[in-house]
T-cell receptor
């Protein structure tokens, strides 16, 4: 089983739609969780951290379910500019390494 | 504030050649990382460093070497380039106690 797994997509949604991505992780000792965004042929950039109680940043909501070992990202009122690949990132706490999922590609259309 | 700077941005190598990808950060970050990203795939950790003089292997270290003589610089050396090393290479850094990675813009390497 991969350490971090994501559905690669693509998720094709119309502008204004709500879309959700899940990510599962295998190491129950994982301590920190993040969503990064990567535009085509660009470097990844932090979108948001994921906290145990769930957190929101504008149209984006992240949640963590430790019992089931998954994190989620919900995007409301999708914009064309949200089109990107969303990378799930997990810190297992071992030597400060962050493990990346393969990413979920989102395409928002008119 | 330049952040993380990688050079070169693009490079084509012949099989068996060697080269060094340069990475410099000006944020005084202790931790530095090299990742590779193959098409349609996630980032795989090649090597990382927790401070000057300290390096360690990541998930896919074979065919690569690194050094960390200063806090700012973390070069990645490819010896005897192979087609399997065709990829986009990202250098990243972060400070102690922070989990957020700052990435360079990437170096696109093709081995023919």
């Amino acid at each position: 089983r991969k350490e971090v797994e994501q559905d690669p997509g693509p998720f094709n949604v119309p502008e204004g739609a709500t879309v959700a991505f899940n990510c599962t992780y295998s190491n129950s000792a994982s301590q920190s969780f993040f969503w990064y965004r990567q535009d085509c042929r660009k470097e990844p950039k932090l979108l948001m951290s994921v906290y145990s109680s769930g957190n929101e940043d504008g149209r984006f909501t992240a949640q963590l379910n430790r019992a089931s070992q998954y994190i989620s990202l919900l995007i409301r009122d999708s914009k064309l500019s949200d089109s990107a690949t969303y990378l799930c990132v997990v810190n297992t706490g071992t030597a400060s390494k962050l493990t990346f999922g393969t990413g979920t590609r989102l395409q928002v259309t008119l | 504030n330049a952040g993380v700077t990688q050079t070169p941005k693009f490079r084509i190598l012949k099989i068996g050649q060697s080269m060094t990808l340069q990475c410099t950060q000006d944020m005084n970050h202790n931790y530095m990382y090299w990742y590779r990203q193959d098409p349609g795939m996630g980032l795989k950790l090649i090597y990382y460093s927790v401070g000057a003089g300290i390096t360690d292997k990541g998930e896919v270290p074979n065919g690569y070497n690194v050094s960390r003589s200063t806090t700012e610089d973390f070069p990645l050396r490819l010896e005897l380039a192979a087609p399997s090393q065709t990829s986009v290479y990202f250098c990243a850094s972060r400070s102690i106690g922070a989990n957020v990675l700052t990435f360079g813009a990437g170096s696109r390497l093709t081995v023919l």
